[in-house]
T-cell receptor
């Protein structure tokens, strides 16, 4: 069964600190993996995308890693800001049956406190 | 902003009623996907429309149906609403069905009482 599991479920950190979010997946076929940021009540916005052959991708203070052998990914946030408070969703996509199927994790809810 | 708009923003219905949600895709995009996101969960794929035809469907019952119009805007219709249908409904547009670059709208929050 295609699944994406994220940990931790929620996280509280102080402003300026770093944190790492985890994603494990069992999705086949695999096309790529994205991390999305979703503010409360809003649609997800893509942060990074990695294909099978990429190990790391950065977008400002966000750095994602991918280990396609162990099917694990992480999102590292450096020098957190209050505006980083949001849900971070790991999404794995695989092309099957004529369209790209996106499998979403449940997300990690991050709260950054002053 | 992604250029994808949804209406209404919020909606309250009672069990058994029917609802229609609307989505305008980003300019130049001919593919729209709909997702249901329950509180505290990730989005679940409902279906995708490409050039006015359903192009893929997730594990949702037939009372969830959709339409795509010649201008590629789309509707999601849900009949015989149930309490568990309460969720944020997201639409996402893309330039083709075989690209995984989807741009999400802000969502419609549906509450079923």
């Amino acid at each position: 069964k295609n699944q994406v599991e994220q940990s931790p479920q929620s996280l509280i950190i102080l402003e300026g600190k770093n944190c790492t979010l985890q994603c494990n997946y069992t999705v086949s076929p695999f096309s790529n993996l994205r991390w999305y940021k979703q503010d409360t009540g809003r649609g997800p916005v893509s942060l990074t995308i990695m294909t099978f052959s990429e190990n790391t991708k950065s977008n400002g203070r966000y750095t994602a890693t991918l280990d396609a052998d162990t099917k694990q990914s992480s999102l590292h946030i450096t020098a957190s800001q209050l505006s980083d408070s949001a849900s971070y969703i790991c999404v794995v996509s695989g092309y099957s049956g004529g369209y790209n199927k996106l499998i979403f994790g449940a997300g990690t809810r991050l709260a950054v406190h002053p | 902003e992604t250029g994808v708009t949804q209406s209404p923003t919020h909606l309250i219905k009672t069990r058994g009623q029917q609802v229609t949600l609307r989505c305008s895709s980003q300019s130049g995009h001919n593919t729209v996907s709909w997702y249901q996101q329950a509180l505290g969960q990730g989005p679940q794929f409902i279906f995708q429309y490409y050039r006015e035809e359903e192009n893929g469907r997730g594990n949702f019952p037939p009372r969830f149906s959709g339409l795509q119009f010649p201008n590629y805007s789309s509707e999601l219709n849900v009949n015989a609403l149930e309490l568990d249908d309460s969720a944020l409904y997201l639409c996402a547009s893309s330039s083709t069905p075989d690209t995984d670059t989807q741009y999400f709208g802000p969502g419609t929050r549906l509450t079923v009482l």
